[in-house]
Protein backbone atom coordinates (compact mmCIF):
# COMPACT_ATOMS: atom_id res chain seq x y z
CA UNK A 1 0.00 0.00 0.00
CA UNK A 2 1.01 3.51 -0.86
CA UNK A 3 2.09 5.07 2.51
CA UNK A 4 -0.20 8.21 1.47
CA UNK A 5 -2.64 5.80 1.46
CA UNK A 6 -2.72 4.91 5.32
CA UNK A 7 -3.89 8.49 6.57
CA UNK A 8 -7.29 7.52 4.64
CA UNK A 9 -7.83 4.74 6.69
CA UNK A 10 -9.66 6.25 9.89
CA UNK A 11 -11.47 8.23 7.63
CA UNK A 12 -12.78 4.75 6.09
CA UNK A 13 -13.62 3.78 9.46
CA UNK A 14 -15.76 6.89 10.78
CA UNK A 15 -17.31 7.12 7.47
CA UNK A 16 -18.80 3.38 8.06
CA UNK A 17 -19.60 3.76 12.05
CA UNK A 18 -21.04 7.02 10.73
CA UNK A 19 -23.60 5.50 8.44
CA UNK A 20 -23.64 1.90 9.67
CA UNK A 21 -23.73 -1.62 9.03
CA UNK A 22 -25.59 -0.73 5.41
CA UNK A 23 -22.16 1.50 4.40
CA UNK A 24 -19.30 0.12 3.05
CA UNK A 25 -15.83 2.19 2.52
CA UNK A 26 -12.72 0.54 0.13
CA UNK A 27 -10.06 2.13 0.18
CA UNK A 28 -8.23 1.66 -3.97
CA UNK A 29 -4.30 1.60 -4.40
CA UNK A 30 -4.03 1.97 -8.44
CA UNK A 31 -0.71 1.08 -8.82
CA UNK A 32 -1.67 -2.49 -9.28
CA UNK A 33 -5.27 -2.06 -10.37
CA UNK A 34 -5.97 -5.65 -10.52
CA UNK A 35 -5.10 -6.32 -6.93
CA UNK A 36 -6.32 -2.70 -5.96
CA UNK A 37 -8.38 -2.96 -3.16
CA UNK A 38 -5.93 -2.47 0.34
CA UNK A 39 -8.61 -1.82 2.89
CA UNK A 40 -12.14 -2.48 3.61
CA UNK A 41 -14.48 -0.85 6.45
CA UNK A 42 -17.45 -3.18 7.14
CA UNK A 43 -17.62 -5.39 3.39
CA UNK A 44 -20.83 -6.70 4.20
CA UNK A 45 -22.48 -4.78 1.65
CA UNK A 46 -21.12 -5.78 -1.77
CA UNK A 47 -18.77 -8.20 -0.10
CA UNK A 48 -15.44 -6.40 -1.56
CA UNK A 49 -12.43 -8.31 -0.12
CA UNK A 50 -8.41 -7.04 0.17
CA UNK A 51 -6.89 -7.59 -2.92
CA UNK A 52 -9.11 -7.38 -5.19
CA UNK A 53 -9.86 -4.88 -7.88
CA UNK A 54 -11.51 -2.05 -9.27
CA UNK A 55 -15.31 -2.91 -10.20
CA UNK A 56 -17.43 -0.42 -10.67
CA UNK A 57 -15.52 2.74 -10.24
CA UNK A 58 -14.10 3.02 -13.44
CA UNK A 59 -17.35 2.65 -15.29
CA UNK A 60 -19.38 5.21 -13.16
CA UNK A 61 -16.12 8.05 -14.07
CA UNK A 62 -16.62 7.37 -17.68
CA UNK A 63 -20.66 7.53 -17.27
CA UNK A 64 -20.48 10.81 -15.44
CA UNK A 65 -16.59 12.15 -16.44
CA UNK A 66 -14.62 13.32 -13.90
CA UNK A 67 -14.40 16.84 -13.98
CA UNK A 68 -13.98 17.12 -10.03
CA UNK A 69 -12.05 14.39 -8.03
CA UNK A 70 -14.89 12.56 -7.49
CA UNK A 71 -17.97 10.74 -8.94
CA UNK A 72 -21.09 10.54 -6.88
CA UNK A 73 -24.40 8.80 -6.64
CA UNK A 74 -24.34 5.92 -9.67
CA UNK A 75 -26.46 2.68 -8.71
CA UNK A 76 -25.37 -0.43 -9.28
CA UNK A 77 -27.00 -4.22 -8.37
CA UNK A 78 -24.90 -6.41 -6.54
CA UNK A 79 -25.95 -9.84 -4.59
CA UNK A 80 -29.83 -8.62 -5.22
CA UNK A 81 -29.14 -5.54 -3.23
CA UNK A 82 -29.39 -1.81 -4.91
CA UNK A 83 -26.12 -0.39 -4.25
CA UNK A 84 -25.69 3.07 -4.64
CA UNK A 85 -22.10 3.76 -4.82
CA UNK A 86 -19.51 7.72 -5.16
CA UNK A 87 -15.82 7.73 -5.15
CA UNK A 88 -13.18 10.06 -3.96
CA UNK A 89 -9.80 10.08 -6.19
CA UNK A 90 -6.89 10.46 -3.79
CA UNK A 91 -3.61 12.32 -5.31
CA UNK A 92 0.17 12.31 -4.26
CA UNK A 93 2.15 15.56 -3.35
CA UNK A 94 2.42 16.37 -6.92
CA UNK A 95 -0.89 15.64 -7.84
CA UNK A 96 -0.66 12.26 -9.16
CA UNK A 97 -3.60 9.81 -8.94
CA UNK A 98 -2.82 7.62 -6.55
CA UNK A 99 -6.19 5.96 -5.42
CA UNK A 100 -9.28 6.28 -4.36
CA UNK A 101 -11.81 6.11 -1.14
CA UNK A 102 -15.34 4.75 -2.29
CA UNK A 103 -18.70 4.12 -0.36
CA UNK A 104 -21.10 2.16 -1.01
CA UNK A 105 -24.47 2.17 0.67
CA UNK A 106 -27.05 -0.71 0.53
CA UNK A 107 -30.41 0.95 -0.55
CA UNK A 108 -32.49 -2.23 -0.17
CA UNK A 109 -33.97 -1.45 2.82
CA UNK A 110 -34.88 2.04 1.83
CA UNK A 111 -36.15 1.15 -1.76
CA UNK A 112 -38.85 -1.66 0.27
CA UNK A 113 -39.50 1.28 2.60
CA UNK A 114 -40.49 3.53 -0.61
CA UNK A 115 -41.84 1.22 -2.25
CA UNK A 116 -44.13 0.07 0.98
CA UNK A 117 -45.24 3.81 1.30
CA UNK A 118 -45.70 4.87 -1.81
CA UNK A 119 -49.12 2.25 -1.00
CA UNK A 120 -50.67 4.51 0.89
CA UNK A 121 -50.20 7.36 -1.82
CA UNK A 122 -53.07 8.60 -3.92
CA UNK A 123 -52.86 6.99 -7.57
CA UNK A 124 -53.43 8.44 -10.60
CA UNK A 125 -57.12 6.66 -11.50
CA UNK A 126 -58.01 5.27 -15.21
CA UNK A 127 -60.23 7.51 -16.99
CA UNK A 128 -63.54 6.00 -17.21
CA UNK A 129 -66.31 6.62 -20.57
CA UNK A 130 -69.68 6.57 -19.99
CA UNK A 131 -69.80 3.25 -21.50
CA UNK A 132 -68.00 2.03 -19.22
CA UNK A 133 -70.18 0.72 -16.11
CA UNK A 134 -68.45 2.51 -13.70
CA UNK A 135 -68.78 5.25 -15.17
CA UNK A 136 -72.13 5.29 -16.03
CA UNK A 137 -73.15 4.76 -12.57
CA UNK A 138 -71.27 8.32 -11.37
CA UNK A 139 -73.29 10.02 -14.12
CA UNK A 140 -76.56 8.38 -13.16
CA UNK A 141 -74.98 9.25 -9.70
CA UNK A 142 -74.39 13.01 -10.21
CA UNK A 143 -77.85 13.58 -12.65
CA UNK A 144 -79.64 12.09 -9.29
CA UNK A 145 -78.52 15.15 -7.15
CA UNK A 146 -78.97 17.72 -9.67
CA UNK A 147 -82.47 16.16 -9.70
CA UNK A 148 -82.31 16.82 -6.26
CA UNK A 149 -81.04 19.79 -5.69
CA UNK A 150 -83.84 21.18 -7.68
CA UNK A 151 -86.74 19.35 -6.86
CA UNK A 152 -89.49 21.41 -5.20
CA UNK A 153 -88.88 24.37 -7.07
CA UNK A 154 -90.49 26.00 -10.38
CA UNK A 155 -87.53 26.26 -12.61
CA UNK A 156 -89.18 28.95 -14.45
CA UNK A 157 -89.82 30.96 -12.18
CA UNK A 158 -86.16 30.84 -10.20
CA UNK A 159 -85.27 34.68 -10.66
CA UNK A 160 -81.26 35.29 -12.05
CA UNK A 161 -79.96 35.15 -8.21
CA UNK A 162 -82.01 31.96 -7.63
CA UNK A 163 -80.48 29.97 -10.36
CA UNK A 164 -76.58 30.92 -9.81
CA UNK A 165 -77.27 29.76 -5.91
CA UNK A 166 -78.43 26.99 -7.27
CA UNK A 167 -75.29 26.84 -9.87
CA UNK A 168 -73.17 27.79 -6.83
CA UNK A 169 -74.37 24.83 -4.80
CA UNK A 170 -73.68 22.10 -7.54
CA UNK A 171 -69.98 23.58 -8.46
CA UNK A 172 -69.38 23.25 -4.51
CA UNK A 173 -70.29 19.62 -4.70
CA UNK A 174 -68.45 18.72 -7.61
CA UNK A 175 -71.31 18.59 -10.03
CA UNK A 176 -69.30 19.97 -12.84
CA UNK A 177 -66.80 17.87 -12.68
CA UNK A 178 -68.56 15.33 -14.83
CA UNK A 179 -68.07 15.35 -18.47
CA UNK A 180 -71.42 16.58 -20.10
CA UNK A 181 -73.07 18.33 -16.64
CA UNK A 182 -73.07 21.69 -18.21
CA UNK A 183 -75.72 20.29 -20.76
CA UNK A 184 -77.86 18.53 -18.67
CA UNK A 185 -78.06 21.19 -15.97
CA UNK A 186 -78.99 23.81 -18.84
CA UNK A 187 -81.60 21.37 -19.93
CA UNK A 188 -83.22 21.05 -16.09
CA UNK A 189 -82.59 25.31 -15.49
CA UNK A 190 -84.32 25.84 -19.18
CA UNK A 191 -81.11 27.94 -20.29
CA UNK A 192 -78.40 27.40 -22.79
CA UNK A 193 -75.04 26.23 -22.17
CA UNK A 194 -73.33 29.61 -22.43
CA UNK A 195 -75.76 31.01 -19.62
CA UNK A 196 -75.00 28.17 -17.09
CA UNK A 197 -70.81 28.78 -18.28
CA UNK A 198 -71.06 32.59 -17.71
CA UNK A 199 -72.80 31.62 -13.83
CA UNK A 200 -70.10 29.30 -13.42
CA UNK A 201 -67.31 32.08 -14.03
CA UNK A 202 -69.42 34.50 -11.26
CA UNK A 203 -69.34 32.15 -8.75
CA UNK A 204 -66.22 31.02 -9.05
CA UNK A 205 -65.07 34.84 -9.12
CA UNK A 206 -63.99 35.04 -12.66
CA UNK A 207 -66.09 38.36 -13.75
Same mark, same amino acid.
Given at each position: ?17 ? +? ?10 ? #? ?25 ? $? ?15 ? +? +? ?22 ? #? ?12 ? #? ?30 ? $? ?7 ? $? ?12 ? +? ?38
Amino acid at each position: MNPKLKAYIPMADMLADT +FGEECEVVLHDI #ADPEHSVVYVANGTVTGRKIGQGFEHF $VKTAITQGVEMDYVAND +F +FQKNGKLVRTSSSLIRDDAGKLIG #ALCINLDMTHIQKQ #AAYLQNFLPKPKPMTTHSDGKGKRVEEMVLAL $VDNILAGCD $VTALSRDERIEKIR +FMDSRGIFQMKGSIDQVAERLGINRVTVYSYLDEVRGKR
